[in-house]
């Protein structure tokens, strides 16, 4: 069993940052590969950023290309979002997820078998 907390979120203008963490449990974090989601009221959950297990391959989805950083750091079993020049529509829950099975990143939603219980980011324009 793998627990994941969020923390981070939070609100800010058009144009700032937020930097979200995600702690999670299991001796064997850096066998996983994690992902961050978001989603926003009435829309579908939305894979915005993943890691690989060694933190070396990652993926952005073209929304928040060049403005999300994802990152990891095995020895302290936790995962990183920083978010730059935040826009309105990236206002949404975000979700930490883990994917104990595989090593690389994958885009498959119901491939992630653990989830956190998600933050809240809200971008004011």
């Known amino acids: 069993q793998v627990q994941l907390v969020e923390s981070g979120g939070g609100l800010v203008q058009a144009g700032g940052s937020l930097g979200l963490s995600c702690a999670a449990s299991g001796r064997t974090f850096s066998t996983y590969a994690m992902g961050w989601f978001r989603q926003a009221p009435g829309k579908e959950r939305e894979l915005v950023a993943a890691?690989?297990?060694?933190?070396?391959?990652?993926y952005y989805s073209d929304s928040v290309k060049d403005r999300f950083t994802i990152s990891r750091d095995n020895a302290k079993n936790m995962v990183y979002l920083r978010m730059n020049s935040l826009k309105p529509a990236d206002t949404a829950v975000y979700y930490c997820a883990a994917d104990q099975d595989v090593c690389s990143w994958h885009r498959r939603r119901y491939g992630y078998d653990y989830w956190g219980q998600g933050t809240q980011v809200t971008v004011s324009s």
């Open positions: 890691i690989s297990c060694s933190g070396v391959s990652t």
